[in-house]
């Protein structure tokens, strides 16, 4: 998913700065060990099998992302200009560390292949009062695009059915995309996706389902 945001960040020619986080707190309504399982779900989704999200945690994202057809015809402005292509997939449960090979297409051609996307994961639960659990995964990349990335899962209980969420999504873009990503380029391509994907694992712990937005709004 968020390697689409980057790609798409290269047809922007206003400069920014390299590091670039969405940082959130907001309250979930289910305890903690229950948000800490769907927090476990997403990284290990994320590093072993990434098509699997799109049923969940990236309903919204509509980039089409993860499917075997890639079309031809696209312009520039629509949000499934860029596409990916999952190849060879690599998971190590015993190390939470996982490999992901990459085609990347921009309108509909194909612009880098066999680029890897590295990640490990990991998680522990503070021996205090709070019991906080702490989720946090590293991500790397084989190209010069990345640098790094993190996100990270707080989760501090509130009340047996209520839990304080802190999620970080950082990237520290290359220097030579960093150069054309403006302010404007993070809000409309990156920024709102990594947001909805908050909101997307918020519904699914809460609900055990996450809903397109055109479900919700026919349903009120």
């Known amino acids: 998913m968020f390697m689409t945001a980057l790609v798409v960040c290269s047809l922007s020619i206003s400069a920014g700065p390299q590091y670039r986080a969405v940082v959130r707190d907001t309250i979930c309504h289910v305890s903690a060990d229950e948000m800490s399982e769907i927090a476990k779900l997403f990284f290990r989704q994320f590093q072993s099998c990434p098509d699997s999200l799109f049923s969940w945690a990236y309903v919204g994202l509509d980039d089409g992302e993860g499917k075997s057809e890639v079309k031809k015809k696209k312009s520039k402005e629509s949000r499934n200009a860029i596409q990916l292509r999952y190849k060879d997939r690599f998971y190590d449960p015993r190390t939470c560390t996982g490999d992901v090979a990459i085609d990347i297409y921009v309108l509909g051609l194909r612009w880098w ?3 890897h996307l590295g990640t490990r994961s990991s998680y522990t639960c503070a021996a205090n009062d709070t019991y906080d659990h ?14 790094g990335g993190n996100c990270i899962i707080k989760l501090t209980p509130i009340s047996a059915n209520e839990v304080q969420v802190h999620y ?50 026919k349903s009120e």
Not at 134 to 147: F, P, V, W
Not at 168 to 176: A, H, I, N, S, Y
């Open 134 to 147: 702490m989720h946090h995964m590293t991500a790397t990349y084989s190209g010069s695009l990345l640098e």
């Open 168 to 217: 970080e999504f950082d990237l520290t873009f290359g220097q030579v995309l960093a150069s054309f990503i403006s302010d404007k380029v993070w809000r409309n391509a990156i920024e709102w996706r990594f947001n909805t994907i908050l909101d997307n694992l918020i519904e699914y712990a809460e609900t055990g389902m996450v809903l397109q937005k055109s479900e919700i709004v």
């Open 113 to 115: 292949k066999d680029t």
